[in-house]
């Protein structure tokens, strides 16, 4: 499988300002510079990458104009990929927003037939982060990334070894991944334009006129598997959960209550791939999108509820703007090791810390055999069942700062 997110800096823009859904969207570089992505509407109107702003501006006035933020793409992008990385370990990423998959075998695991499969994957990225993914299913690389390429956005599209000659009629030559743009005159000079005239050409012929990759790709397209998908997944770097509120909130014990959900969620993320963090950052971004970032490092790494309670405490209580309409809070654990058991460290009783490592194994056996929403803190348990008139409910629920 090749899995694209589409228009993916507007999607993540859209994923944390639902109020810019339907709407006209492009994301930009510093005032002053260009385009760098759009939504696909826009795509369609006729604004193109790499425009000028103030040529948009001019041209279509009712564009929401948005400053890239790099930084938070690269959070959302790390948790696209650990979301597609629990459907199988095989997989390479290969942008900020696209990956491989190797997912040969897994029909029998998961019961489903791959196309299937690929539906399943794309709505949990659209359930866990709002953003919307094509993916390609075939039979290679090659095949794959030009099949996630033809239903964009929101599409998945599948074709079968037996497919391939009849699907590859409607590409031209210069669609195909890795041929060149000297490549495609050259191509094109000896009769060669469609993705078919490739395919019919003798092996010899494409040996005479093409170096080894040329001869790869020819190979794939024929629905040889010569390109593998190589295991780029290193384990997570970062774990960042966030929650973004509409309507704004200013409520300090309801947003409380999703920091502590944020952490037990990353607490699993870290059970998840064994590992344990050592630094940790609070992130709030008010209602004029101004961002307050505070990070605190742990003398010890540890992956305990208790410990880092705390510290989110701690930072909480020092650096929460208070009185402000709050858009979003998110927590990030970097410093992320494999988790080795907890050190032991001469200020801490080391009874303590055992029996704080015991108690976090006793909750993921109970998480492991209920579900991840089995067992919680009872501060977040108060998020459960708000129902649809979410301001009212907040207001009825008694949320207190409870330390
Ligand atoms: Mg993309």
Request: aromatic share 10%; with cysteine.
């Given at each position: 499988?090749?899995?694209?997110?589409?228009?993916?800096?507007?999607?993540?823009?859209?994923?944390?300002?639902?109020?810019?859904?339907?709407?006209?969207?492009?994301?930009?570089?510093?005032?002053?510079?260009?385009?760098?992505?759009?939504?696909?509407?826009?795509?369609?109107?006729?604004?193109?990458?790499?425009?000028?702003?103030?040529?948009?501006?001019?041209?279509?006035?009712?564009?929401?104009?948005?400053?890239?933020?790099?930084?938070?793409?690269?959070?959302?992008?790390?948790?696209?990929?650990?979301?597609?990385?629990?459907?199988?370990?095989d997989i390479e990423v290969?942008?900020?927003?696209?990956?491989?998959?190797?997912?040969?075998?897994?029909?029998?695991?998961?019961?489903?037939?791959?196309?299937?499969?690929?539906?399943?994957?794309?709505?949990?990225?659209?359930?866990?982060?709002?953003?919307?993914?094509?993916?390609?299913?075939?039979?290679?690389?090659?095949?794959?990334?030009?099949?996630?390429?033809?239903?964009?956005?929101?599409?998945?599209?599948?074709?079968?070894?037996?497919?391939?000659?009849?699907?590859?009629?409607?590409?031209?030559?210069?669609?195909?991944?890795?041929?060149?743009?000297?490549?495609?005159?050259?191509?094109?000079?000896?009769?060669?334009?469609?993705?078919?005239?490739?395919?019919?050409?003798?092996?010899?012929?494409?040996?005479?006129?093409?170096?080894?990759?040329?001869?790869?790709?020819?190979?794939?397209?024929?629905?040889?598997?010569?390109?593998?998908?190589?295991?780029?997944?290193?384990?997570?770097?970062?774990?960042?959960?966030?929650?973004?509120?509409?309507?704004?909130?200013?409520?300090?014990?309801?947003l409380w209550s999703h920091?502590?959900?944020?952490?037990?969620?990353?607490?699993?993320a870290m059970n998840d791939?064994?590992?344990?963090?050592?630094?940790?950052?609070?992130?709030?971004?008010?209602?004029?999108?101004?961002?307050?970032?505070?990070?605190?490092?742990?003398?010890?790494?540890?992956?305990?509820?208790?410990?880092?309670?705390?510290?989110?405490?701690?930072?909480?209580?020092?650096?929460?703007?208070?009185?402000?309409?709050?858009?979003?809070?998110?927590?990030?654990?970097?410093?992320?090791?494999?988790?080795?058991?907890?050190?032991?460290?001469?200020?801490?009783?080391?009874?303590?810390?055992?029996?704080?490592?015991?108690?976090?194994?006793?909750?993921?056996?109970?998480?492991?055999?209920?579900?991840?929403?089995?067992?919680?803190?009872?501060?977040?348990?108060?998020?459960?069942?708000?129902?649809?008139?979410?301001?009212?409910?907040?207001?009825?629920?008694?949320?207190?700062?409870?330390?």
């Open positions: 499988m090749h899995c694209d997110a589409d228009a993916f800096y507007v999607g993540c823009e859209l994923a944390r300002r639902p109020e810019l859904r339907d709407k006209p969207v492009v994301v930009a570089g510093k005032l002053g510079s260009c385009i760098l992505a759009k939504s696909y509407d826009l795509k369609r109107a006729g604004v193109k990458t790499a425009m000028p702003t103030w040529e948009v501006k001019k041209k279509h006035p009712e564009i929401t104009i948005l400053e890239a933020d790099f930084q938070y793409y690269s959070e959302v992008s790390a948790q696209m990929f650990s979301v597609l990385g629990k459907w199988t370990p290969y942008s900020i927003d696209e990956a491989f998959m190797d997912m040969k075998g897994f029909r029998k695991l998961y019961k489903m037939s791959y196309p299937k499969i690929a539906y399943a994957i794309k709505e949990e990225v659209k359930n866990h982060l709002g953003l919307t993914v094509s993916i390609g299913v075939s039979v290679n690389k090659t095949l794959a990334k030009m099949a996630a390429e033809v239903n964009k956005p929101d599409g998945v599209t599948s074709v079968s070894w037996r497919d391939i000659p009849s699907w590859l009629q409607k590409f031209k030559i210069e669609d195909v991944p890795g041929i060149g743009r000297n490549t495609t005159p050259m191509l094109n000079k000896l009769g060669v334009h469609t993705c078919a005239d490739f395919t019919n050409l003798t092996f010899d012929t494409v040996k005479r006129i093409l170096h080894k990759p040329g001869l790869q790709l020819w190979k794939e397209l024929q629905g040889e598997k010569v390109f593998r998908v190589e295991k780029t997944f290193a384990p997570n770097k970062m774990i960042t959960r966030t929650s973004s509120f509409t309507p704004l909130t200013d409520h300090q014990g309801f920091t502590l959900r944020q952490l037990e969620r990353a607490i699993e791939s064994h590992q344990m963090t050592r630094e940790v950052t609070l992130y709030i971004r008010d209602k004029e999108f101004k961002r307050y970032h505070n990070t605190f490092r742990l003398p010890n790494s540890t992956r305990s509820f208790q410990v880092l309670v705390e510290v989110l405490k701690k930072l909480w209580k020092k650096h929460f703007p208070k009185g402000v309409l709050i858009r979003s809070t998110g927590i990030i654990l970097t410093h992320l090791s494999q988790n080795t058991g907890s050190q032991l460290n001469l200020f801490e009783d080391p009874g303590l810390i055992i029996r704080k490592d015991q108690l976090e194994e006793s909750k993921q056996g109970i998480k492991d055999r209920y579900g991840n929403l089995s067992i919680r803190s009872a501060s977040s348990l108060r998020l459960k069942n708000l129902g649809p008139d979410r301001k009212k409910a907040i207001r009825a629920k008694t949320f207190n700062v409870d330390w």
